[in-house]
């Protein structure tokens, strides 16, 4: 684009350009809202996790992009927007805005549903928990829709200062995901949003302030108040949990907090046990102790399925490590049992103070033990980190009881775990010494007629085995199933697996063990008479035995790895498809339910979001339809919407096995992917002409895919042993060049469309809009295809995307350039 060309899409407004507006810049005021409306959306998918379930974040994510996108779509067809100064837009919709999200928390907050109800089909409760759904959803989109606003409204009456705009807009939303981690972890996430409104009336302040100052005093007292109740999030009232979990007003907690994990409520199950509720659902327990070993006898270890370990190692494990330790329920099992040194290691922060400081007068002081060393970290970091080898490493189902709770145990389906891949329990049996055991134990809801869990642990074992160049796993492998003596009804399956293989003496001493612990049922051991399973099957099938049984078995047990660590995910999307229209009973509430909500959101997601972001133009077609190039325009827009969002997704899950937590891998790859695509935004100018640009981006772009697929987790996994402080830093960096290639496309394809036709303003909302409704539907549609083909396929779908937009935008730029000569 020529200087002049530029400064003649000045006229590409919603609305009259003033003399103020030429003016002022408006960058502090995008960037308040953008830090606002990031905040939100981070923050929420920590309160509907604790309110709902995990698989309803998906649904977060695109609520927050149809909030927004709406809001652009509302600038195109309205003509009082558009009419509006552009000071009298910012201010409404940052006051409305504000008021918004104050209102739409007490709503979402005083809703309570049961979800899985809505699987019951033809009945009352299942009506009911949709509309409750629906209403939840409505009332999380609303207070996205005034960032949107703004957005757009800037956006298309500045088209000249695009870059600068969209700089500032991604630095705000890149601040807020460099905050939203601590403000989480201190302040909680209630009072985050309350800041995120707060936010929102400061930034109408700064605008009443230049235009009508005397009214200033009112927004000061709304300010005010978002601040009380951002100190005092209490004020605020308590969320109400889906009806399948606990009920806090008949368990009252004797503490709570909140963590970028998981939410932790404590409550007091007995005189000797206090429960520790993960975001509403049974996670573990803190039990009492006095801090000497010869009291533990009451609690019975000998009869426990965590004695089973123990009774298979000649002597007592010199140096252990249990992955998961919670409240310490393992670790006091190990002391009894007389572990030398136990290194425990637990992930959420809040359990681990709880344990260390908060109740270590109940625990016995057990963090503070000579023979324990208690770690808050992520278990597989910390194993890639030891430099010692273990006699026994124990999972003692880490990522918590829920998965054993037969309400809600589809929790975790669209949840990766990096602990249940084939590479995690490799790099645990290479940390083991030449005897030493790895363990671990699932709850299943129904081992007799669907073990999957356990099903699927053992062949990704088998499969672990085999990469360490152990073909025969027949030898290396323990199974047996107990039932639990805690949290519920559900059988706990214990797997021992070798890297060498299990002596005569130590499958005798684990088969002998089995009896002393009631209930306890043999599923396998070398040598030992065993009733025909899928687990049996899995250890003794033959590969190709195997492959058939894989393709035949009714739940999808195949191997998990870092590209695929869906282990949770055992319903097949085939499966799914053909029985959506049939109801889940109260009998099998946990099969299908997690897919059957992502098939669900993807389909609303397309739906919704074609009508408040394609159907409004339904009321300007006469005008849409003489937009020249439309769906050329369509396509790049749409092209750069899933790219980005096929990119974004996937590289935040690829990023959480190196980053260890979860809200590190969402915020930090956010936070990288928006401050440098906001550069590339500001550079978008300088890069102007096509027969430069496209080469460039084309080769940028293939060559940070081809490192991203076949680089990244090599490379990453190299430096799993530094410290967290370091590990950030390095994802920061290793996403910049990839974001600023991506914030390069946007402003090209704004400026070239606001060149082609006079109706500059719609053709602008008309990108805004296909590219709103493509990240609404690419970023549900990236995790279910990530869940069916891996992540470095959707990676190379990315790249395609971008491929395909880098071609759409070359043709723009033709017309673009036309237009220009002829006017």
């Excluded at 350009?17 to 502090?28: F, K, P, T």
């Excluded at 977060?60 to 996108?69: E, K, P, R």
């Excluded at 906001?678 to 978008?684: I, N």
């Amino acid at each position: 684009m020529t200087t002049l060309q530029t400064r003649s899409t000045a006229r590409v407004v919603a609305g009259p350009v003033h003399a103020r507006a030429r003016r002022q810049g408006y960058h502090a005021e995008i960037l308040l809202v953008s830090f606002a409306a990031l905040l939100i959306e981070v923050c929420y998918t920590r309160v509907i996790s604790f309110k709902l379930f995990y698989y309803y974040t998906y649904l977060i994510i695109g609520l927050a992009l149809l909030g927004i996108g709406t809001g652009g779509v509302l600038v195109a067809v309205s003509r009082r927007l558009r009419q509006a100064r552009t000071d009298t837009v910012l201010l409404w919709s940052f006051l409305l805005g504000g008021a918004g999200v104050v209102v739409s928390y007490v709503v979402v907050a005083y809703t309570s549903l049961n979800s899985l109800a809505i699987w019951d089909y033809r009945t009352v409760g299942s009506v009911k928990s949709v509309g409750e759904l629906v209403a939840i959803c409505v009332f999380i989109f609303v207070p996205f829709v005034a960032p949107g606003v703004v957005i757009a409204t800037l956006f298309g009456r500045r088209p000249e200062g695009v870059g600068s705009l969209y700089f500032a807009d991604l630095v705000g939303a890149g601040l807020a995901c460099a905050l939203v981690i601590y403000l989480t972890g201190t302040i909680g996430p209630p009072a985050a949003i309350m800041l995120a409104a707060s936010v929102m009336f400061f930034a109408g302040a700064i605008v009443l302030g230049r235009t009508r100052p005397i009214a200033l005093p009112l927004l000061l007292i709304l300010i005010a108040v978002t601040v009380v109740l951002t100190v005092d999030p209490n004020v605020l009232p308590a969320q109400r949990l889906d009806s399948t979990k606990v009920s806090f007003k008949v368990d009252k907690p004797i503490y709570s907090a909140w963590s970028s994990i998981f939410r932790v409520d404590a409550v007091q199950a007995g005189p000797d046990v206090r429960a520790l509720y993960h975001d509403g659902i049974i996670g573990s327990a803190i039990y009492r102790w006095n801090g000497k070993v010869s009291s533990l006898a009451h609690y019975e270890f000998g009869a426990d399925p965590r004695a089973i370990p123990f009774a298979v190692t000649k002597s007592p494990p010199s140096n252990e490590a249990i992955i998961g330790a919670a409240g310490g329920h393992e670790v006091l099992a190990s002391l009894w049992f007389g572990a030398k040194h136990v290194n425990a290691v637990e992930l959420n922060p809040v359990t681990y103070s709880l344990v260390k400081t908060t109740f270590a007068n109940f625990d016995g002081h057990l963090a503070q033990d000579p023979a324990v060393n208690y770690v808050n970290a992520d278990g597989r970091s910390f194993v890639a980190r030891s430099k010692q080898s273990y006699d026994l490493i124990w999972y003692p189902a880490p990522d918590s009881y829920a998965a054993t709770n037969a309400a809600t145990a589809s929790a975790f389906v669209l949840s990766e775990s990096y602990l249940y891949t084939t590479d995690a329990i490799v790099d645990s049996l290479e940390h083991l010494t030449p005897d030493g055991i790895f363990v671990a134990q699932f709850g299943e809801i129904d081992y007799r007629h669907s073990p999957y869990r356990t099903t699927r642990f053992v062949a990704t074992a088998r499969q672990a085995l085999a990469d360490l160049g152990i073909s025969d796993p027949r030898d290396h492998i323990l199974v047996a199933s107990s039932p639990a003596r805690f949290f519920g009804s559900f059988t706990l399956s214990t797997i021992l697996v070798k890297k060498a293989p299990f002596t005569t003496a130590e499958v005798n001493r684990f088969v002998g063990s089995l009896s002393g612990i009631p209930g306890t049922t043999l599923q396998y051991a070398p040598g030992h008479r065993v009733a025909p399973s899928p687990v049996d099957t899995v250890v003794s099938a033959s590969s190709t035995q195997l492959h058939s049984f894989f393709s035949t078995y009714r739940y999808n047990v195949v191997p998990t790895t870092d590209n695929d660590p869906y282990f949770w995910h055992f319903a097949r999307f085939g499966t799914v498809l053909g029985d959506y229209l049939h109801p889940i009973t109260s009998s099998d509430r946990e099969y299908q339910v997690g897919e059957r909500v992502l098939v669900l959101l993807l389909t609303v997601a397309a739906v919704i979001s074609a009508l408040f972001l394609l159907l409004p133009f339904v009321a300007i077609r006469s005008t849409w339809r003489a937009l020249p190039g439309k769906w050329v325009s369509a396509l790049f827009f749409a092209a750069i919407g899933f790219g980005f969002m096929f990119f974004e997704v996937t590289l935040m899950q690829l990023l959480n096995l190196f980053l260890g937590y979860p809200t590190y891998g969402l915020t930090v790859t956010l936070m990288s992917l928006l401050v440098f695509t906001g550069l590339g935004a500001l550079l978008s100018p300088r890069l102007g002409n096509r027969r430069r640009t496209v080469p460039m981006l084309l080769l940028a772009i293939t060559g940070l895919t081809v490192f991203y697929v076949l680089g990244l987790t090599p490379f990453t996994d190299s430096l799993l042993g530094l410290p967290i402080a370091a590990r950030v830093p390095i994802a920061f960096v290793l996403l910049a060049p990839l974001g600023i290639c991506l914030g390069l496309f946007m402003p090209l394809g704004v400026r070239a469309v606001s060149t082609m036709s006079q109706a500059r303003r719609e053709y602008v909302a008309w990108g805004w809009a296909v590219n709103g409704f493509s990240s609404v539907v690419g970023a549900v549609l990236a995790t279910l295809l990530s869940m069916v083909y891996g992540f470095h396929v959707v990676l190379l779908l990315g790249l395609a995307a971008y491929l395909v937009a880098l071609l759409a935008w070359r043709r723009l730029a033709r017309r673009a350039s036309v237009a220009a000569q002829s006017s």
